[in-house]
């Protein structure tokens, strides 16, 4: 991706020395980006989402139930 086609960066969060950044293009899809501050630190990151990404919402919502 080009540097033109962005148009907005967000720092969202920090996992250990790694910044992770929301990246909005012109078409206004969203992505993920991260800056490490070494090789080491990307690596502990990826094995972070490779293991397990879970993805929340707080509060919990509770559902209704739905009748059989």
Request: with cysteine; net charge negative.
């Amino acid at each position: 991706m080009s540097e033109e086609s962005k148009t907005k960066d967000e720092i969202v969060g920090r996992v250990g020395d790694c910044h992770i950044i929301v990246s909005t293009t012109e078409d206004g899809k969203k992505h993920f980006e991260a800056t490490c501050a070494s090789k080491e630190a990307r690596e502990k990151l990826a094995v972070i989402f490779e293991e397990e990404a879970i993805l929340r919402v707080n509060p919990k919502v509770m559902l209704e139930e739905t009748p059989e």
